[in-house]
């Protein structure tokens, strides 16, 4: 049985948050544009102010890394809605099955999760039936009992 990492990122629900509408939306800025019209005989060119558009949701490579088997570090993302706020892909859980298969979820800028971006437990056992092992978070409180 081969060892590897599984990566398997956003939950449904954070996968929502950061869809976006899927349309393009102007910003109220313009862009000149050269524009050439030619033929064999001319050569035309003016210049036209065009609107400048963006989606809903600006995803750029983030500050965090979720980390794999041998010290492989994946890029997770930063992602800015149009409202200004900002929201970053962090590490949720690692289930280990052949290899850990890494879960994220939504965070601010220092890793705290949005709790309605997480995977649920439902969703982590539905991937690993029967293999379910509690998040870090879990595993701090179990073992603070002893």
């Not at 590897?4 to 869809?19: C, M, N, R, Y």
């Not at 800025?29 to 036209?48: A, G, L, Q, W």
């Not at 293999?131 to 879990?138: C, I, L, N, Q, R």
């Amino acid at each position: 049985m081969s060892r590897q990492d599984t990566f398997i990122g956003l939950s449904p629900a954070a996968l929502k948050i950061v869809e976006g509408c899927g349309k393009l939306h102007l910003t109220g800025k313009v862009e000149k544009v050269e524009v050439v019209i030619s033929s064999t005989d001319c050569r035309y060119t003016i210049f036209k102010d065009f609107p400048i558009s963006e989606s809903c949701v600006k995803v750029e490579e983030g500050i965090f890394k979720a980390e794999g088997m041998f010290n492989t570090k994946y890029p997770l993302s930063k992602y800015t809605l149009r409202d200004g706020t900002v929201l970053f892909e962090v590490s949720q859980t690692s289930i280990w099955d052949s290899g850990p298969w890494i879960y994220t979820c939504l965070g601010d800028a220092v890793g705290v999760h949005l709790n309605k971006s997480e995977w649920t437990k439902e969703e982590l056992e539905s991937h690993h039936p029967g293999d379910f092992y509690p998040s870090e978070v879990e595993q701090e409180a179990l073992l603070k009992d002893y």
